[in-house]
Structures are given as structure tokens and as C-alpha cells.
């Protein structure tokens, strides 16, 4: 009798100790959240060939840390892209269909496009990014709180470029200050990085004229003959886009101008502006990257064993063209930081405020030698303006420099004086 009660006393404590385990893994289960990063991209749009690379790095990364967990258990990010085809009022559209999706952070694709969503990312508290592009003023992240550059701005760039030029010249056992010719798109974002440039020139003292090509800059024989035959430049400093890089390598070479004293924007270096060009015709030239190129990384190596885990071919065609790809990779690790951080700080019921802290919380980031040491904070929201030179040697892009962020007194006087105009 007692041992047919001390039985029945026992089956009930498991029942109820399995009732316990069960209530706790539902709830578990039940806390599990999916958060929502609003991604524009363009496919179709005149800037797709950066897309179709860029973007697929974005999602590779995200799926990749998605199964390591970095989110929490149970958590993920699901990246809600929209291709905005580089255009404004699709751009603005795609916008308010990701906050309606509750997107916590969010990706920009182009300048025009960042300048539309500023005051809506400002008056909504969605922290977004601009790498690469827009205003080198939202740097200041007093003034522009809700809005990051992250990686090195125009003004960076050009910093690194006359550093980089400077470096050369003395080692070269040049007297004197050489002759630079700023080739550059005539427009907003051509323009942006020459008030750095001639700050520098009044420092440094080298011989400075300015040579721009009129949209969409496939026509600039003039301006090239201009700098080679009459200028005599030393150096070429050129800020192009789309495929004005290629067009300027040949231009360039056909009149014999040294391909190692060209040094380009970011914009202009990747694997598709020398396949413009011929690889044959680059040799030498040399180009600014804000992440690292080329497949010998330990990311590249984790995301194809990702795909070879799932018994799939990892996407070489896209990895090729690792400027583009690995960019992706990097935007996207910027906004895994930053919601990584919200939650860890906050739990899972974060918001816009909560990844806007966690973007000024990233603190030396850097994935081995793929990025430099990131740091941003609630004044610079660009990171610290870090640059690397890359050159074309054989058939890839090899590294030419360090990463660098120079002159940053000067970078940075800019950068305070900006003011956010409501």
C-alpha cells in the first residue's frame, strides 16, 4: 500500500516536472524574435553591377551569422531587401514600406537618395547607413544622429589619397611637390572631397588644378589630354563612377600617363572597372578600398563552408568580383554589431534607439585584416575614416598601403563645422 503510494507520488512529480520543462522550451521558443533590417539594393537600376555583387554579400553574411546564433537563441535577422533600381521616389517608397515592417536598422543604397531619407530616419529614430557615399558631414553624429557613414566619406578618401601620393613621391627620392590633377565627376559627389583637397594643398604645398568631366563621363579625351600633354601632371587623383573609371585607365594609358600615379576613389576599384579597362592596360593602378579584397579572408572561407555544409557550390561568380561582394559583407556586419549590441544591452524588445546606441557602441572592429579597427561613437559616425590602397599586379588586386586614416585634424575641422539643416 505505502509502496503503490510512494509510486503514484513519483509519477506525478514527472509529470509535472516534464509539464515545467515543456511550459519553459514553449516559452523559450515564444521569445524567439525576428528582427527586420531594411535593405535597398539595386538590380535593375543603373548602378545594378554593384548590386548584383554588394547585395549578395549582404545576405550571405546574415544568413551565416543567422546559424551561428549571433543574435541570441532562437533569434535571427531577416534582411527585407527592396531593389530601388538607384531611384529617389522609389527609394522614398521602399522606406516606409520597411518601417511599416518594423525594420530596426537600415541600409541606403546612393547619395540622392540619402539626402531624401535623412529627416525621415531623424523623425522616425532609424539609424541608417550610408558607406562610401552621401554626406561626409554625417560624420558628425551630433548632428546627424540617425545617420552613419561607417566607412571612410569622400573626405576621408581624399585624405588617404594625398597621403598615399605623398608617401610615393618621397620615396621616389622626388624634391619638391609634384604636380597633381584632380579628375573628377561633375557633380555633387565629385565635388564633395575639394575643400579637403585644397585645404591640403595650402598645407602640404603641391601644385593643384581641377579637371571635371560632365555626367555621364564617357567622353573626357579633352580633360585627359589636358592633364598628360599641357599640365604635365605628376600624379592623377580621380574620383569617377560607373564607367567613367575604366574609360579614364584607357584614356590615360593611350597617352603613356603611368598607371602607378593614378590613385582612385573607392568607387573606382573594383575587378569590373578593370575588366573595362583590361587588366593587361591597368598594371599599376591603384585604387582606395574600405574593406578588404580578395578571397584569402577568414569570412570568404566561413560563408563557403556555409554553402558546402548545405551540400551547394558556393557562388564563386559573385566572389570573383570580391571589391563589390566583400563590401556587403562588411555593411552588413556593421548593422549585425549594431542590433547584436541592442540586444545584449537590451533584450529583445529593442528599437530604433536601442540599434542607434548600438551602432555608437562598435568598438575596434575589424575581422582580421578584412576591415580596419572600426570604432564609432555618438560624436564620429564614421568610424574613424580608415583607408587602403590596392593595386592592380597581374591579374588582382594586391594591397599597396596599410590601412590609414591621415590628416584626420583636417578631416575632422570639416566635419564639426557641419551643421544638419532642417
Known amino acids: 500500500m505505502q509502496s503503490n503510494t510512494m509510486s503514484k507520488v513519483m509519477r506525478s512529480m514527472m509529470v509535472a516536472g516534464l509539464g515545467l520543462l515543456l511550459s519553459v522550451a514553449a516559452a523559450g521558443v515564444a521569445q524567439a524574435k525576428e528582427f527586420v533590417l531594411g535593405f535597398q539594393c539595386d538590380r535593375s537600376g543603373p548602378t545594378q553591377t554593384v548590386g548584383a555583387f554588394l547585395c549578395d554579400g549582404v545576405h550571405d553574411y546574415f544568413r551565416l ?10 533569434n535571427s535577422v531577416r534582411v527585407f531587401e527592396i531593389d530601388i533600381a538607384y531611384n529617389t521616389p522609389r527609394g522614398v517608397e521602399a522606406y516606409e514600406r520597411h518601417k511599416a515592417a518594423g525594420a530596426l536598422t537600415y541600409m541606403i543604397w546612393g547619395t540622392p537618395i540619402t539626402y ?13 547607413t550610408s558607406p562610401g557615399f552621401g554626406s561626409a558631414g554625417a560624420a558628425n553624429g551630433k548632428e546627424f544622429p540617425y545617420l552613419f557613414p561607417m566607412a571612410a566619406t569622400y573626405w576621408s578618401q581624399m585624405a588617404g ?3 598615399f601620393m605623398q608617401d610615393k613621391w618621397k620615396a621616389a627620392g ?13 557633380n555633387p559627389a565629385g565635388r564633395e572631397p575639394l575643400p579637403v583637397l585644397r585645404d591640403l594643398q595650402k598645407q602640404l604645398g603641391f601644385t593643384l588644378r581641377e579637371f571635371a568631366v560632365p555626367p555621364p563621363a564617357v567622353e573626357m579625351r579633352p580633360q585627359v589630354l589636358d592633364i598628360v600633354r599641357n599640365y604635365k601632371a605628376d600624379w592623377v587623383i580621380a574620383h569617377l563612377f560607373g564607367r567613367a573609371p575604366g574609360i579614364s585607365i584607357k584614356e590615360l594609358s593611350r597617352l603613356r600617363f603611368p598607371m602607378n600615379r593614378i590613385i582612385s576613389f573607392v568607387w573606382g576599384g573594383a575587378e569590373a572597372d578593370i575588366n573595362v579597362a583590361g587588366w593587361k ?3 599599376g593602378y591603384q585604387s582606395l578600398q574600405f574593406a578588404g579584397v580578395g578571397q584569402d579572408h577568414q569570412i570568404i572561407r566561413d560563408i563557403k563552408k556555409m554553402y558546402q555544409d ?5 557562388p564563386m561568380d559573385k566572389m570573383k568580383i570580391s571589391v563589390f561582394y566583400n563590401r556587403g559583407i562588411l555593411i552588413g556586419a556593421f548593422h549585425a554589431e549594431a542590433i547584436a549590441n541592442a540586444i545584449k544591452k537590451h533584450g529583445n524588445n529593442i528599437t530604433g534607439e536601442h540599434t542607434k546606441e548600438g551602432f555608437e557602441n562598435i568598438r575596434n572592429f575589424s575581422m582580421g585584416n578584412f576591415a580596419p579597427p572600426v570604432s564609432v561613437t555618438p560624436e564620429d559616425h564614421e568610424g574613424g575614416g580608415w583607408v587602403q590602397v590596392w593595386e592592380v599586379k597581374g591579374d588582382k588586386w594586391v594591397p599597396a598601403s596599410k590601412w590609414m586614416a591621415p590628416y584626420r585634424d583636417v578631416v575632422m575641422k570639416h566635419v564639426r563645422a557641419t551643421k544638419y539643416k532642417k
Open 116 to 128: 531624401a531619407l535623412t529627416p525621415k530616419l531623424h523623425k522616425d529614430h532609424i539609424p541608417g
Open 65 to 74: 551569422v543567422n546559424k551561428q546564433g549571433k543574435f541570441g537563441a532562437g
Open 161 to 163: 589619397a594625398v597621403k
Open 174 to 186: 622626388k624634391s619638391g611637390q609634384p604636380k597633381v590633377a584632380y579628375l573628377f565627376y561633375d
Open 310 to 314: 548545405e551540400g551547394k557550390a558556393p
Open 281 to 283: 592596360t591597368a598594371q
